[in-house]
């Protein structure tokens, strides 16, 4: 719940509710969050349209739904001697008034100041087909596309009486190990992407365009050989070591966005006590500058993941 600062103390006030209300409201929508993001409550999301997958000369009828959620933290801006919420306007920028949402249409540029209106039937018929499909142009091995590439990650369910050529494919991949290189029309755009099988499911991934990844060779990055960086055995084999023992199965739910829990906490215990917290500073790490700092640190952090991996240790059950 949303507090601000009176003039005449540090304690803070939230507007038309008590501090318990408050606190109660803050803790209902951080569990009601947690459901969202696990996919419980909130049920399976609504397709963003219905299409096919060209396999060759096989079509496999399919939806595609958005596979993540993105949580977030949203503010309110507010006016602070009231607390009221800021709105926004539409204005039109020769006139400076206000303009509903049934005049505002989409335009593009053309040349300076003048525009050609677009509207959605006229994206439709640029290109149906390209619309409604996800056109397989290449199949290529799974490892070969680097993490990267990947945008933004779809389900793709079968329709009804899809589900066989739907299994057959999906398996294909499986057998073969191998990703569908893709394109596909989303919202106005077409995009790059890849398919491929995640337990039962197949994934949509949209990819980068080439054009669209920046090159690293501008940046000043150190050289493969690491005896020019006077990196011996000894740092290297200490250095594996470390990796070894922090190494761990795959298993995300055993990590969570810590800052955004320790927000959440804030803002929780704000709205309950009305007080002010304290800021608190980041402590400062210093890179070592030598080749014996190196070795002592890996030293140290051996040394403290002993027998146990550091990742079991932190990680926490979502």
Do not use: C
Request: net charge neutral; hydrophobic share 35%; no cysteine.
């Amino acid at each position: 719940m949303a507090t601000r600062r009176t003039r005449s103390s540090t304690t803070t006030k939230t507007k038309r509710t008590s501090s318990k209300q408050a606190a109660r409201t803050a803790t209902a929508k951080k569990h009601d969050d947690a459901e969202h993001a696990e996919g419980g409550a909130k049920g399976v999301p609504r397709a963003l349209w219905t299409g096919s997958i060209g396999f060759g000369l096989l079509q496999i009828p399919v939806s595609l739904h958005t596979a993540s959620a993105t949580q977030e933290l949203r503010f309110h801006q507010l006016d602070d001697r009231t607390l009221d919420p800021i709105g926004y306007k539409r204005v039109n920028k020769a006139t400076g008034e206000e303009v509903e949402w049934e005049h505002i249409v989409r335009g593009y540029e053309v040349e300076k100041g003048e525009f050609v209106v677009i509207t959605d039937e006229d994206l439709q018929a640029a290109d149906v087909e390209a619309t409604q499909t996800i056109d397989i142009v290449d199949f290529v091995d799974r490892e070969a596309i680097q993490p990267v590439w990947f945008d933004k990650p779809y389900y793709l369910a079968p329709l009804k009486r899809a589900e066989r050529a739907y299994a057959l494919f999906r398996e294909a991949l499986v057998r073969t190990n191998r990703v569908a290189i893709a394109k596909v029309v989303i919202r106005t755009r077409q995009h790059l992407a890849m398919v491929y099988a995640h337990k039962r499911a197949l994934v949509l991934e949209i990819l980068r365009w080439s054009h669209e990844l920046r090159s690293p060779k501008g940046l000043d990055l150190p050289e493969e050989d690491l005896s020019s960086l006077k990196v011996g055995d000894r740092e290297l084999e200490m250095a594996e070591e470390l990796v070894t023992r922090m190494s761990s199965d795959w298993d995300p739910g055993r990590y969570q966005d810590d800052y955004r829990e320790a927000v959440l906490q804030m803002i929780e215990e704000k709205a309950r006590s009305g007080k002010v917290t304290e800021v608190r500073h980041p402590t400062e790490r210093e890179a070592p500058a030598k080749a014996s700092d190196l070795v002592a640190l890996l030293r140290k952090s051996l040394e403290s993941t002993g027998d146990e991996k550091p990742g079991k240790k932190k990680g926490r059950a979502a």
